[in-house]
């Protein structure tokens, strides 16, 4: 059973920084896509950034526009760890966050596919 697991998310000052972190168990980590996606509140689900692996040693990432140049997404493969590092933050950077997972996703796609496996998410508030 596939299963997410995000924490590191909390409150910072615009202009600050912030980490989250996904626990990933229950899944073949290689040749697989994992992402980070946000919502805020009265707002649509977005995608925020990518990590593709193709193998054991070749990773592939993406970003949103909107956060392209103060984020930074990595993965740990033998740890079964990804990570969002939030630079600069804004207040419009305000949303749940959450991990995501689906071994049917490509990373040509890994901004707008549909994902199956969801974590339960991690609030991050800039003020």
Not at 113 to 122: D, F, L, P, V
């Amino acid at each position: 059973q596939v299963q997410l697991v995000e924490s590191g998310g909390g409150s910072a000052r615009a202009g600050g920084s912030l980490t989250l972190s996904c626990v990933v168990s229950g899944y073949d980590y290689f040749n697989r896509c994992l992402a980070w996606f946000r919502q805020a509140p009265g707002k649509e689900r977005e995608a925020v950034a990518f990590s593709c692996t193709e193998g054991p040693r070749r990773y592939y990432y993406g970003y949103a526009e909107s956060v392209k140049g103060r984020f930074l997404i990595s993965q740990d493969a033998t740890k079964n760890l990804l990570h969002l590092q939030m630079n600069a933050l804004k207040a419009d950077d305000t949303a749940m966050y959450y991990c995501a997972t689906d071994p049917r996703v490509q990373r040509n796609q890994a901004l707008s596919s549909e994902y199956q496996y969801w974590g339960q998410g991690t609030q991050v508030t800039v003020s």
